[in-house]
T-cell receptor, first 114, second 110 residues
Framework: GESVGLHLPTLSVQEGDNSIINCAYSNSASDYFIWYKQESGKGPQFIIDIRSNMDKRQGQRVTVLLNKTVKHLSLQIAATQPGDSAVYFCAEYALGTGFQKLVFGTGTRLLVSP | DTEVTQTPKHLVMGMTNKKSLKCEQHMGHRAMYWYKQKAKKPPELMFVYSYEKLSINESVPSRFSPECPNSSLLNLHLHALQPEDSALYLC?????????FGDGTRLSIL
């Protein structure tokens, strides 16, 4: 399944499917991006990060793709499991007023059914 | 288990009360952060401490007062809060850009 984080806040998949969560970022000068997973009642948990000089990075069952031309970030989760159910946030290091700060996207809820 | 510990996990207080939120990390990180997260929304930055000095205040009302007693501890003192201040308050720390979050304090203002 595929989701655009800003327009489809909930993505429902079956266990074993591959999931793709998308994120559009705003600042073309952002040089570092992170995906976080937040389960109910918990804080955001780091999943994977990528710098702007890369376009792909792989972790365990997860891959992040960065397209700087269209300012788009995606998180791919292979063989999605019920334990992957959570809200996923992309975050970018964006320039504030004279400093860099981490700015979160609106989030996408992933629901995995057995 | 998270490496950033926040206490208490839940807090209910009246608008005239004074309370404090606490955050602790032992990873040797020199930057610590407070975020506010409303239901179904992303975390929003409130304060940043770098080497125990306040470096960023995101125009937060003065009823929120941060304090960094040492490199491992971060407090958020609360006074005369409003019902709209009810939220999850998250602490994070970092050495570099990757931020590590605690599980937050769920704050309810009556």
């Amino acid at each position: 399944g595929e989701s655009v984080g800003l327009h489809l806040p909930t993505l429902s998949v079956q266990e074993g499917d591959n999931s793709i969560i998308n994120c559009a970022y705003s600042n073309s000068a952002s040089d570092y991006f992170i995906w976080y997973k937040q389960e109910s009642g918990k804080g955001p948990q780091f999943i994977i990060d990528i710098r702007s000089n890369m376009d792909k990075r792989q972790g365990q069952r997860v891959t992040v793709l960065l397209n700087k031309t269209v300012k788009h970030l995606s998180l791919q989760i292979a063989a999605t499991q019920p334990g992957d159910s959570a809200v996923y946030f992309c975050a970018e290091y964006a320039l504030g007023t004279g400093f860099q700060k981490l700015v979160f996207g609106t989030g996408t809820r992933l629901l995995v059914s057995p | 288990d998270t490496e950033v510990t926040q206490t208490p996990k839940h807090l209910v207080m009246g608008m005239t009360n004074k309370k404090s939120l606490k955050c602790e990390q032992h990873m040797g990180h020199r930057a610590m952060y407070w975020y506010k997260q409303k239901a179904k929304k992303p975390p929003e930055l409130m304060f940043v401490y770098s080497y125990e000095k306040l470096s960023i205040n995101e125009s937060v009302p003065s009823r929120f007062s941060p304090e960094c007693p040492n490199s491992s501890l971060l407090n958020l003192h609360l006074h005369a809060l409003q019902p709209e201040d009810s939220a999850l308050y998250l602490c994070a720390s970092s050495q570099g850009q990757r931020q590590h979050f605690g599980d937050g304090t769920r704050l309810s203002i009556l």
